[in-house]
């Protein structure tokens, strides 16, 4: 089988400075994860060495997944790069599962190909193998492009080490706080500054075809809502009504988003607005403060925070004016910020936890609630596009950080800035291409 590699998503972007990347540290990873090994890929080219290490970023990718242990080079018998070189007995012997081989070859100025082989050491034959073309600048998207293959082969999960987080960094800057809306890939590289500004940032949310962000900025000392196309860099305020602007969220067809205003009464309620038109639907009205919208799959309905119990609780609306809200959560006294699975069949919450603020997971049909992280502080929620992860904020040792968990609550990872805070995590959709 073969694939052509995929374009860098950010490649091309027109926005603002590069800025200090996150690094990815497994905290907890299953109990027996995979043994295998991972040849360094050999370098057919004109130069000495490859432009990227391809291998070393698909190393990188699978520890940082939690599920599988790479072998050390240095403890490798051979080091095969082509089919007729593998001698299965050596790396039975040294106790592996799985083989990835490969070779880096330049055809050309600025032109290579990768070709890879995986293959089941026990069995002794190949599972899959592909052939990827990329540009200098594209290599590193072809390797996450590798690892997500891998992955899937091995776990039926489809990888997402392609993927992009959006967040919100602060820090003090000449005493001054300055805010900022990043880009990064999934494992905190190639960093990108969306908005820069000295006014809070807030709520970052992807369209469903991953070219925009939708966020909130508190320029002028008034909230807005802004709809940022990433390649070209081009803005538009959609929302700059009088009261609260805020929490922005796309329609699954992204012709919409839900958000949270208070225009009429001076409480506030959810709203959907169409994007093209600007027309306005009313889809709450109630005393009580009603924020955090987030649609279900089908659009046909959204989940948001209401206090209308007395204290904040999740319910569901048809997307459509004049419709009665169900309460949906039950367990506890406080369940805030909603973010709906990619399959529509969990909830992954805020939930207060004998005092503490953790992330869980709720069944929308039945309430039942299962937490998932252990922080005092942890917050926004946000899944993977393949609904294995939820990516969260979180705080350690005073600071602002990003945290995920698996959604069986066996792997959880920290994602650590260099420098400042970082908060309010929205992972991307899967690429389209």
Not at 359 to 384: H, K, M, Y
Request: proline share 6%.
């Amino acid at each position: 089988m073969t694939a052509t590699a995929l374009v860098c998503l950010l490649s091309a972007l027109v926005v603002s400075k590069s800025f200090g990347q996150l690094r990815v540290e497994i905290r907890r990873g299953v109990e027996r994860p995979v043994p295998m090994a991972i040849v360094p890929f050999s370098w057919d080219g004109f130069g000495s060495v490859s432009p990227f290490d391809v291998s070393g970023l698909v190393t990188a990718d699978l520890v940082s997944s939690g599920r599988f242990v790479p072998m050390e080079v240095r403890d490798m018998v051979s080091l095969p790069s082509l089919p007729e070189d593998v001698r299965f007995q050596d790396w039975r012997i040294s106790e592996v599962d799985y083989l990835v081989i490969g070779r880096v070859i330049e055809d050309s100025f600025d032109a290579y190909t990768i070709v890879f082989q995986l293959y089941d050491v026990l069995r002794g034959e190949p599972i899959v193998g592909y052939r990827l073309t990329a540009s200098g600048a594209e290599l590193r998207t072809a390797s996450h492009r590798i690892s997500d293959m891998i992955y899937e082969e091995l776990t039926g999960l489809q990888g997402v080490f392609g993927t992009q987080i959006a967040y919100v960094s602060e820090q003090q800057e000449g005493g001054e706080a300055r805010f900022r809306l990043i880009v990064s890939d999934a494992d905190g590289a190639n960093p990108i500054v969306v908005a820069d500004s000295p006014d809070p940032l807030m709520s970052p949310a992807w369209s469903p075809d991953g070219r925009r962000i939708a966020y909130v900025s508190f320029e002028g000392s008034q909230s807005s809502v802004y709809i940022q196309t990433l390649r070209t860099g081009v803005r538009e305020r959609v929302s700059a009504r009088a009261g609260i602007n805020g929490a922005p969220v796309f329609s699954p067809d992204g012709r919409y988003l839900a958000l949270t205003l208070s225009r009429d009464e001076g409480n506030s309620d959810i709203y959907m607005l169409e994007i093209a038109t600007q027309a306005l639907t009313r889809l709450t009205q109630h005393s009580a403060i009603d924020t955090e919208a987030v649609w279900a799959p089908d659009g046909q309905s959204i989940y948001f925070t209401s206090g209308r119990a007395g204290g904040p609780q999740i319910y569901q609306v048809a997307a459509r004016a004049g419709a009665r809200a169900q309460r949906v959560t039950f367990e506890g006294s406080y369940n805030a910020r909603p973010r709906i699975s990619p399959g529509g069949d969990r909830l992954a919450v805020v939930h207060e936890d004998r005092g503490n603020y953790r992330i869980a997971l709720v069944d929308p049909e039945t309430g039942l609630t299962q937490v998932l992280s252990s922080g005092r502080q942890d917050e926004s929620p946000s899944f993977a596009p393949n609904g294995a992860l939820i990516i969260y904020a979180s705080q350690e040792g005073g600071r602002g950080v990003l945290a995920s968990v698996s959604t069986d609550g066996r792997i959880h990872q920290q994602i650590v800035s260099v420098a400042g805070q970082v908060r309010e995590p929205a992972w991307s959709p899967f690429p389209r291409i």
